[in-house]
C-alpha cells in the first residue's frame, strides 16, 4: 500500500507572541525523499511538531484529506504519521528487537496484544532487513553506534507502518559513510511512503533530495528541485552570508558541508 501525500497550507506557530512558523505551505509525496532545511531556528523543527501534534499551530496540514491539526498526538500516529527526534529516543537498556517490538505494540489493538505471540512479528523482520540492523536483534540499544540507534528510530517507525515519516535532523552526528548509509535507507523506503527529512547539512541534502524548501525565520524562503534552490540567490546569502575575509579563510580550512553547518549554527 502506498501512503498519501501531506500537504501542509499557511502553518501558523506562535509561543506567546512570537512567531515561530509564520505562514509555512509545502507538500510532501510518496515516493519522495523531501527536504526542509534551513538556519538554526528557522522553525523546522516546530513545523514538524505541529504536524504531529505536540505543539498548537494554525492552518491546515492534511495528510490525503485528512486534517492533522488539532488531533491528539496518539491519532496522528495511528494515521501513519510518524517521526524521529534530535536525540534518538530509543530505550537503551532494551534491546534492538525489544525496542521494535514495543513500536509493534504501538500498533496492535488491545485484543491482538493479548494473543500469545509467535515468534519475530513479520513487521519487525522487514524492519531489520531494510535499514541493516538484522544482525543486531539482541544487542541493547544503548551500545549501538550513532548511526545504528538512528536507523533503529527509523525501523520503529516502520514497524509501525508509518507512511509519513518526519525526520529531524536524521545524519547529525554520523561519518561520512553512515550518511551514506542513511541515505541509500531513506531512498530505499521512500517508494512506499513519505519521507520529509529536516537538515542542516547541505552535502547530504544535495546527494538525497528530490525536492527541497528551504525555510528562514519562520518563512519559505525558497522551495523546488535542488539545483533550483541551490541558484537562488536569497538561499544563497542565507547559507554562505556577506562573510567577511576571516570567516571566509577559516571556511576554505574545513570540508564544504561543515563550514556550511557551521555558518547555519552561527545566527
Ligand atoms: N517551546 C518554545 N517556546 C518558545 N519558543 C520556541 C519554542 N520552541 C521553539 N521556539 C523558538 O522558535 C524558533 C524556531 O525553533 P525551531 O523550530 O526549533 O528551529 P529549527 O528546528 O529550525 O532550528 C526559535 O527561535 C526557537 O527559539
Ligand atoms: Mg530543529
Not at 497550507?9 to 506562535?14: A, F, K, P, S
Not at 511512503?193 to 529536516?198: D, E, M
Not at 541558484?231 to 576571516?246: K, M, S
Amino acid at each position: 500500500m502506498t501512503g498519501a501525500p501531506l500537504v501542509v497550507t499557511d502553518l501558523r506557530v506562535e509561543f506567546s507572541g512570537f512567531v515561530a512558523v509564520g505562514g509555512v505551505s509545502f507538500d510532501a509525496h510518496p515516493g519522495e525523499v523531501r527536504f526542509l532545511i534551513g538556519p538554526n531556528g528557522a522553525g523546522k523543527t516546530t513545523c514538524i511538531d505541529a504536524i504531529t501534534g505536540l505543539t498548537r499551530g494554525t492552518g491546515s496540514a492534511k495528510l490525503g484529506g485528512t486534517e492533522l491539526l488539532g488531533k491528539q498526538v496518539h491519532k496522528i500516529v495511528r494515521l501513519g504519521v510518524g517521526r524521529t527526534f534530535q536525540t534518538a529516543s530509543v530505550f537503551d537498556e532494551l534491546t534492538v528487537l525489544q525496542n521494535l517490538d514495543i513500536a509493534a505494540g504501538l500498533r496492535r489493538s488491545p485484543v491482538s496484544l493479548l494473543r500469545a505471540r509467535r515468534g519475530v512479528d513479520p513487521s519487525i523482520e522487514r524492519a531489520l532487513e531494510e535499514t541493516g540492523l538484522a544482525g543486531e536483534l539482541a544487542t541493547p540499544a544503548g551500545i549501538l553506534s550513532h548511526g545504528q540507534k538512528q536507523w533503529l528510530e527509523i525501523a520503529m517507525l516502520l514497524v509501525q507502518d508509518a507512511k509519513v515519516l518526519l525526520l529531524d535532523e536524521p545524519v547529525a552526528g554520523m561519518s561520512h559513510d553512515e550518511r551514506t548509509a542513511t541515505g541509500e535507507l531513506l531512498q530505499r523506503i521512500a517508494p512506499k511512503r513519505t519521507v520529509l527529512v529536516v537538515e542542516h547539512d547541505m552535502d547530504f541534502m544535495r546527494r538525497f533530495a528530490t525536492r527541497v524548501t528551504v525555510l528562514h525565520q519562520g518563512k519559505v524562503l525558497s522551495q523546488g528541485a535542488v539545483a533550483e534552490v541551490q541558484a537562488d540567490p536569497r538561499v544563497q546569502e542565507v547559507y554562505l552570508g556577506t562573510a567577511g575575509a576571516a570567516t571566509t579563510a577559516a571556511m576554505s580550512a574545513v570540508p564544504e558541508p561543515v563550514a556550511a553547518m557551521q555558518k547555519l549554527t552561527e545566527d
